[in-house]
């Protein structure tokens, strides 16, 4: 046997050329496949690109959540977050006087000092 | 989670299309999809694997891939090629938890031929050849496989078994190595 790569190469392509289809095979394996199918593996971005969804054309409710939300966050951030909304501070009430006046103030009934 | 009876999946419709109605859970296009690639992908395997009954497990189970993973299954490439990667892989796994036994299943990938009385040289060849393609390492089995067999292009090759080209090309130059070792032999003891 002359083992050249022409013969070698006919050889393999003959070797291994697809067979013929195997009716009885593929029947066996598509009975096995017709019974209840596994779950299936959803990719799990899935739920939040329902909250991701930025379609705004027909869903005007979605329109007011957004400028409900721009306006608060307007607010917020003019206002501060740290400081009240309506406007009564400590300081209101001891204008003029600083803190001092808090800690020192006379007795209310006898009106002594500390 | 079937989709509604309204439009059903035709035996014509691309491979991406029955694709994104799997993906929705139709059952009736993942059914035209597995008999439309079922039969090839049991040949494949059969040619790697060497064994009619393993082969029906491996193309099972890359079937049921394709259900399970349609939903995030991304048009990249084509079908075909993303089934046959999963066909090899499977039947690289199965070759490597099982202890090969290569003879009796070599006989197998030779077409069905007249008795042993009949047998011309060439057929004594091409069983010889059989068996030393079935004692080859899976890998370059594969390579061997997906080029002769199938006619794919060195790329699609190294596509399929996740590698580079010149890797394959590696593969392809082993595995002929190998052949040739192994028919040497033979010829040797023949002529003792």
Known sequence: ?114 | MDVSDGDRPAADDSDEALMARIARGDERAYRVLARRHLPAMLGLARRILGNAADAEDVAQEAMLRVWTHAPRWQPLAALRTWLTRVVVNLCLDRKRRAPWVALEAAGELVDPAPGAAERSETEERDRRLAAAIAGLPARQRSAIVLTYGDGMSNAQVAEILDTTVSAVETLLVRGKQNLRRALGDAMDEDKE
């Not at chain 1, 199918?37 to 739920?47: A, G, I, S, T, V």
């Not at chain 1, 690109?49 to 608060?72: E, Y």
């Open chain 1, 1 to 114: 046997m002359t083992m050249n790569d022409d013969f070698l190469d006919a050889a393999l392509k003959r070797q291994t050329q697809a067979p013929a289809t195997d009716e009885a095979a593929v029947a066996r394996v598509l009975a096995r496949l017709a019974g209840p199918l596994p779950r299936q593996k959803r990719p799990f971005w899935r739920l939040p690109t329902v909250l991701l969804d930025w379609q705004f054309a027909p869903a005007w409710p979605r329109l007011a959540a957004l400028g409900a939300c721009a306006a608060l966050g307007f607010f917020i951030g003019i206002a501060g977050i740290d400081r009240p909304i309506g406007g009564f501070t400590l300081s209101n009430s001891t204008t003029g006087a600083g803190f001092g006046a808090v800690l020192f103030e006379p007795e209310a009934v006898t009106g002594a000092q500390p």
